[in-house]
């Protein structure tokens, strides 16, 4: 909660700053002031303060929440549109692969160093070490700001408000369809993070957090694999098809997760998984970039940083709820597969033209060599 909650409080003003400034000069500030409160997070870390160390964790991600916009506003700006979704996949695959190696890594070093301690404070202090690689880490993400090329800005006057700009989204369809597309995947896929622990120990009888959590980066390398795909086929223009084919792929691999018991089988369906996830987040994060205005880029961006966290939030709370009635993970995950078959239901209804048109460009390539003009 503490990562998402300024994502949807402060979407208004952080898509203002993206579509005033110059969006390199907004990445720059944003990622040396992450420098002071990961230092900050280390000390109340190595000195056992927990509530202020997830204070500061809030404090983090309202960094991030500024950060972000503007992240995916330079994209458009720095590449012209038939080299967008190869940038986007590039981007979405090292996002993926730092989150998850982070987790991983992170995880092994909890292992490492908690020792014996049980109380709250005490285990803080014992991981404190972990806070002097966060502090490096916005070092040298912010070293890596400085060779940001400057960008044009085309500017913005007076910014909407909350309700006009959910309004205005909500009434063109080429910006309500992925947004909400990229809402329910990220929600979904926060609680098959959050039960996937579960599931391994009851089906699988595993109970290292290590383990989990490499069957989760490998469905990462799934994610790269489907980025990677994404930027091949979609080399002179976007195929919004791979999107249809990524939801249809995504409910079916998750709808087999509940009655696999074998840790090798259950990781070659989460690499499959992850494959289809790329095909289904890039085309969608490009389109949103392609269809918004120049000059509301980064309050547009704001705005599905809303939705995906407000969505994830929801969530959050009834992921809490279910594990408060004790829940089998089971039952959890039939009914996240359950809306993943839904949303690709949607994806195939509204996007039938341009899955047509991939089926049929890929049979017609076993024969023909086609070239897009």
């Not at 500024?66 to 979704?85: D, H, V, W």
């Not at 995880?107 to 490492?112: D, M, Q, R």
């Not at 490096?136 to 400085?146: D, E, F, P, Y």
Request: aromatic residues 10%; proline residues 5%.
């Amino acid at each position: 909660a503490c990562i998402l909650v300024p994502f949807i409080v402060f979407f208004v003003p952080a898509g203002r700053m993206a579509d005033k400034y110059p969006k390199y000069r907004v990445i720059q500030a944003t990622i040396a002031a992450s420098i002071p409160v990961a230092m900050s997070i280390w000390w109340s870390y190595y000195h056992g303060m927990f509530f202020l160390a997830f204070a500061l964790t809030l404090v983090l991600a309202t960094q991030s929440a500024f950060y972000s916009p503007a992240k995916y506003g330079i994209i458009r700006e720095m590449y012209a549109e038939e080299y967008l979704t190869a940038a986007n996949a590039a981007v979405q695959a090292v996002t993926i692969v730092a989150i998850l190696l982070g987790s991983v890594a992170f995880s092994v070093l909890f292992e490492a160093w908690i020792g014996t301690a049980t109380q709250a404070g005490h285990i803080l202090t014992a991981i404190s070490p972990a806070g002097i690689l966060l502090v490096a880490g916005a070092v040298a993400q912010t070293i890596l700001a400085t060779r940001l090329p400057a960008t044009q800005n085309p500017g913005a006057g007076q910014t909407p408000a909350l309700a006009q700009v959910l309004r205005g989204v909500r009434s063109h369809p080429a910006l309500w369809g992925p947004m909400a597309g990229l809402a329910l995947f990220w929600a979904v896929n926060q609680v098959l993070f959050a039960a996937f622990g579960a599931h391994l120990k009851e089906a699988a009888g595993v109970t290292s957090t290590v383990v989990a959590q490499g069957l989760l980066a490998i469905g990462g390398v799934g994610i790269v694999l489907g980025s990677a795909l994404t930027a091949r086929v979609c080399r002179t223009r976007l195929e919004l098809g791979l999107a249809a084919l990524g939801a249809l792929g995504m409910a079916v691999c998750l709808g087999l997760l509940p009655w696999l018991t074998a840790v090798p089988v259950l990781g070659l369906v989460l690499v499959l998984y992850g494959t289809c996830a790329g095909l289904f987040i890039v085309p969608l994060n490009t389109l949103i970039q392609l269809r918004a205005p120049a000059s509301q880029l980064g309050i547009i961006l704001a705005a599905t940083n809303f939705l995906q966290n407000a969505a994830m939030l929801g969530f959050l709370v009834l992921t809490m709820g279910a594990a408060a009635l004790h829940m089998p993970p089971k039952p959890m995950l039939l009914i996240l597969t359950a809306m993943l078959v839904g949303m690709a239901a949607a994806s195939l209804a509204a996007l039938r033209f341009e899955a047509a048109r991939l089926f049929l460009r890929a049979l017609l390539g076993l024969f023909y060599r086609l070239r897009c003009e």
